[in-house]
């Protein structure tokens, strides 16, 4: 190690709050867009961002969405077993803040997904998911009900 090492600041990691709370709003505003109905949870809401429906029917469901600048995705690996594996995540890549792409949603439920799960060594809770796992749920709006 250099001394101008040394001296270097350390690159502080950005939170990844706003990034999340974008993909909320950005699926919120694409299902309003194809005619679902969708509010966001309150913040705070374990296991679920946003209730979706349709005005034609009575029957509202939970959804989560998981948002990264650059994949993989981190996910919670209960998320992919026992009631947890009906629920439909949205995976949303944004890019990053200068992109000029849009942006790119991919909708499945949890158990289609939970093959994909990567655990790394050491990791209990917690795991990733890869583009590879999600491409071909890409634009998959009509699975957002179920």
Known sequence: MTDT?????????????????????????????RGFDAQLADRNTKGYDLVVGLATSPTLRKVQVKTVRAAPWFVRADDFSGKNARQVTVYVLIGPETASKPIRYFIAKNKKLASHVHHPEGWKDNAFMSMKAVARHEDRWKDILG
């Open 5 to 33: 090492d040394q001296d270097a600041p350390k690159k502080k990691r950005k939170t990844g709050i706003p990034t999340g709370n974008a993909g909320e709003y950005f699926v919120m505003g694409e299902l309003l867009r």
